[in-house]
């Protein structure tokens, strides 16, 4: 069985009076069940040319409905005021600035369970990764 | 300025070669490089089967660049949380998922909503965002 982990630190030593130091590791399995996850669409980056118009990352109709998959993005724009606008559907999740990364629980319950995402400027770079449940 | 770091490590073997991605972020206000998320909501909560809640109970400023990190604590892994937005599903976190995504609250009905399945579900939640409209008293 192939073991898919995921770990995030969330760390501050001056927003709170006391020093926020979080740390969690996920081992990624399937939905109801302690398998690892079976399916990567591995590491990919996408440049949206120019247009900049709302694009389909991953169709809600390719993969199974109600399961436990993963899905990674990260903006690379080094231009603070570059996002990618995140959609599941026709509804906004929330927009990654420069840099920021973002890692979402997708259960493509449906055909129309589209992950959209929308650059704000031309040539923008999305990295991404989805882990499937299959 | 309060500085907040992000960074996630995904590691697999699920491939030929074994994979590690790292990535980190500095929680940023929207379309800055100067001025870093001052402000967080963050607690733990049980929800028992059943009912929807809104995990974020203020109303944070809208499209802003504000960011929610929420892990399912229970152990059970027939259990779990949805995790729909303005009625809209985006997924669900079994026991011992985290997620981390951009929360923009782009209007009145954009609340972050989380059903629990399979019994009561322990869930961490933190919301570092930029400004937040208070309820009156």
Not at chain 1, 35 to 63: E, P, V
Not at chain 1, 84 to 104: K, L
């Amino acid at each position: 069985m192939a073991t898919t982990t995921a770990t995030i630190t969330l760390a501050s030593t001056d927003l709170l009076s006391d020093e926020l130091a979080l740390t969690t590791t996920a081992t990624l399995t399937g939905a109801g069940n302690s398998t690892g996850l079976t399916g990567t669409t591995g590491l990919g980056r996408k440049k949206l040319a120019s247009g900049h118009a709302q694009y389909t990352l991953f169709d809600g109709n390719d993969y199974t409905a109600n399961k436990a998959h993963k899905l990674y993005l990260k903006n690379t724009s080094t231009t603070a005021a570059e996002y990618f606008e995140i959609e599941v559907n026709s509804e906004q999740i929330g927009r990654i600035y420069a840099g920021d990364w973002a890692f979402i629980p997708w259960m493509a319950n449906a055909s129309t369970n589209d992950i959209k995402i929308d650059p704000s400027a031309d040539d923008m770079v999305l990295e991404y990764m989805l882990f499937t449940d299959d | 300025m309060a500085t907040t770091t992000a960074a996630v490590t995904l590691t697999s073997d699920l491939l030929s070669d074994a994979m590690s991605v790292s990535a980190s972020t500095t929680c940023m206000k929207a379309g800055t490089t100067a001025d870093g998320l001052d402000q967080m909501e963050y607690g733990v909560v049980e929800i028992a089967t059943g009912t929807a809640y809104d995990i974020i109970c203020s109303t944070p400023t809208a499209s802003k660049a504000s960011k929610l990190y929420i892990k399912n604590h229970s152990t059970d892994e027939t259990y779990y949380i949805s995790v729909v937005l303005d009625a809209q599903a985006v997924g669900r976190l079994y026991g011992g998922d985290w997620m981390f995504i951009p929360a923009d609250f782009h209007d009145a009905n954009a609340d972050i909503e989380i059903t629990s399945t399979g019994g009561t579900n322990i869930v961490e939640y933190a919301l570092f965002h930029e400004g937040t409209i208070l309820t009156a008293s």
